[in-house]
């Protein structure tokens, strides 16, 4: 139901930090809650952040909590992921997804998803 357009992803050494960036089309932007979820080779989409509708309320899954940080401007139709303290295990293609109602942090409650960007942590 609404576009979305991942940018930002790259080669980073462990320790450094990256912005991702995701875009969306149109107006109704605002009315989605937006996540960020993550899949490396061989292992299952994971949850790694997300983000209300008005920006008010931010989730984050543990182990990013306190490195990531999630952040929207409405105005603009924008998502952002910014990772500090970038790990190897890190290294995953990042995707971004909207919904109309949050109703847990699966991949399957996501109905919109981007065509993903890649991050890769060096050691």
């Known amino acids: 139901q609404v576009q979305l357009v991942e940018s930002g992803g790259g080669l980073v050494q462990a320790g450094g930090s990256l912005r991702l960036s995701c875009a969306a089309s149109g107006r109704t932007f605002s009315s989605y809650h937006m996540g960020w979820f993550r899949q490396a080779p061989g292992k299952e989409r994971e949850f790694v952040a997300g983000i209300s509708s008005s920006g008010g309320s931010t989730y984050y899954a543990d182990s990013m909590k306190g490195r990531f940080t999630i952040s929207r401007d409405n105005a603009e139709n924008t998502v952002y992921l910014l990772m500090n303290s970038l790990k190897p295990e890190d290294t995953a293609i990042y995707c971004c997804?909207?919904?109309?109602?949050?109703?847990?942090?699966?991949?399957?409650?996501?109905?919109?998803w981007g065509q993903g960007t890649q991050v890769t942590v060096s050691s």
């Open positions: 997804a909207a919904t109309r109602r949050w109703a847990s942090a699966r991949p399957a409650d996501f109905g919109s």
